[in-house]
Nanobody, 131 residues
Framework: QVQLVESGGGLVQAGGSLRLSCAAS????????MGWFRQAAGKERAFVAA???????????NYADSVQGRFTISRDNAKNTVHLQMNSLKPEDTAVYYC?????????????????????WGQGTQVTVSS
């Protein structure tokens, strides 16, 4: 059984930074896609970033336009952990952030920008950015 546990959320002022982490357990981590989504109050879950596995140790990152240049997704396979470094935070970044893992080999970046592209989800961590 795969488990994903997010951490690192909290309250930060606009312009500040946070680093989210997601620890995975239950199956081989290095050959799966990892993603971050967020859900603001009253809104649908939205794509934030994806870290797609292709073959060997090749990975590709993709970002939502709203976070491009401010957020960075990365993974540490030795620790079965994916991170989301969030800089220059804005009040509109306030949301519950969810980590997700997908297993379909060859998933496109479009596939990985949609919740349906993932098999497992974490419980979420709250990020609140004050103005």
């Amino acid at each position: 059984q795969v488990q994903l546990v997010e951490s690192g959320g909290g309250l930060v002022q606009a312009g500040g930074s946070l680093r989210l982490s997601c620890a995975a357990s239950g199956r081989t981590f290095s050959t799966y896609h990892m993603g971050w989504f967020r859900q603001a109050a009253g809104k649908e879950r939205a794509f934030v970033a994806a870290h797609a596995w292709r073959r060997g140790s090749t990975y590709y990152a993709n970002y939502a336009d709203s976070v491009q240049g401010r957020f960075t997704i990365s993974r540490d396979n030795a620790k079965n952990t994916v991170h989301l470094q969030m800089n220059s935070l804005k009040p509109e970044d306030t949301a519950v952030y969810y980590c997700a893992q997908g297993s379909k080999y060859g998933s496109s970046m479009y596939d990985l920008s949609r919740p349906e592209g993932y098999d497992y989800w974490g419980q979420g961590t709250q990020v609140t950015v004050s103005s």
